[in-house]
């Protein structure tokens, strides 16, 4: 999805869920779908997530800021804020500002 600005507030934000909790899909589709997130400038997040549950990697590119906020509860979901996988999938992140680019990488186990 591309948009020029998102602010994600406390909302659950956008997760990839792809088979999880259903076995019957996970027969014919056995990993998440890849979240792509590019903005033209900034990204708010105070207390959600960009989030694959199932594997699949995600890759978020500003123009502006990031501000991916901390681990406050404003709402029942327990579920960890920030953006991140569960299942094996990367984790990309591009910041550009003037001429520099900045590039955050992790891929987690």
């Known amino acids: 999805m591309s948009a020029r600005n998102m602010d994600?507030?406390?909302?659950?934000?956008i997760r990839s869920l792809g088979p999880l909790?259903?076995?019957?899909?996970?027969?014919?589709c056995p990993g998440g779908a890849n979240v792509e997130?590019?903005?033209?400038?900034?990204l708010e997040m105070t207390a959600s997530q960009i989030a694959s549950f199932s594997g699949g990697?995600?890759?978020v590119a500003a123009g502006g800021t990031l501000g991916i906020g901390g681990q406050?509860?404003?709402s029942s979901d327990d579920t960890p804020k920030g953006i991140f996988t569960t299942s094996g999938?990367?984790?990309?992140?591009?910041?550009?500002s003037g001429h520099q680019c900045q590039w955050i990488t992790h891929r987690l186990l």
Do not use: H
Request: charged share 20%; hydrophobic share 35%; no cysteine.
């Open 37 to 42: 997130v590019t903005l033209a400038q900034n």
């Open 57 to 59: 990697s995600i890759q």
């Open 89 to 96: 999938g990367d984790v990309l992140g591009k910041r550009r």
């Open 21 to 28: 909790g259903n076995e019957v899909l996970g027969q014919w």
């Open 72 to 74: 406050q509860q404003f």
């Open 8 to 13: 994600l507030g406390s909302a659950k934000g």
